[in-house]
Nanobody, 123 residues
Framework: QVQLTESGGGSVQPGDSLILSCATSGLTFSRDSVGWFRQAPGKEREFVAAISGSGGYLNYADSVKGRFTISRDNAKNMVSLQMHNLKPEDTAVYYC????????????????WGQGTQVTVSS
């Protein structure tokens, strides 16, 4: 059974940084792509970032390029999202995702989802 558990969300001010983490189990972690999506109130869920199993391929939404960095630790079966220079429009529930097609595609489509963690950016 695949489980994805996010942590690290919270409330911050514009310009602040935050790190989200996702602990996984049940995956062949070093093989599967993993990533992050987010859903703001009243909006559809959108892709944020993804990384291939080897870590050699990355995929970022244009809205977060240069501000967010995705990384993975295959020894710990974990994926992280470092978020810098946060903006109010980054406010959303952030979801960890795994499997499926997440990199080398313009339509990331994961198989597995976490429950989400709230990130609020407000002054």
């Amino acid at each position: 059974q695949v489980q994805l558990t996010e942590s690290g969300g919270g409330s911050v001010q514009p310009g602040d940084s935050l790190i989200l983490s996702c602990a996984t189990s049940g995956l062949t972690f070093s093989r599967d792509s993993v990533g992050w999506f987010r859903q703001a109130p009243g909006k559809e869920r959108e892709f944020v970032a993804a990384i291939s199993g080897s870590g050699g391929y990355l995929n970022y939404a244009d809205s977060v390029k240069g501000r967010f960095t995705i990384s993975r630790d295959n020894a710990k079966n974990m994926v992280s999202l470092q978020m810098h220079n946060l903006k109010p429009e980054d406010t959303a529930v952030y979801y960890c995702a795994a499997g499926g097609s997440l990199v080398l595609t313009n339509r990331p489509n994961p198989i597995y989802w976490g429950q989400g963690t709230q990130v609020t950016v407000s002054s």
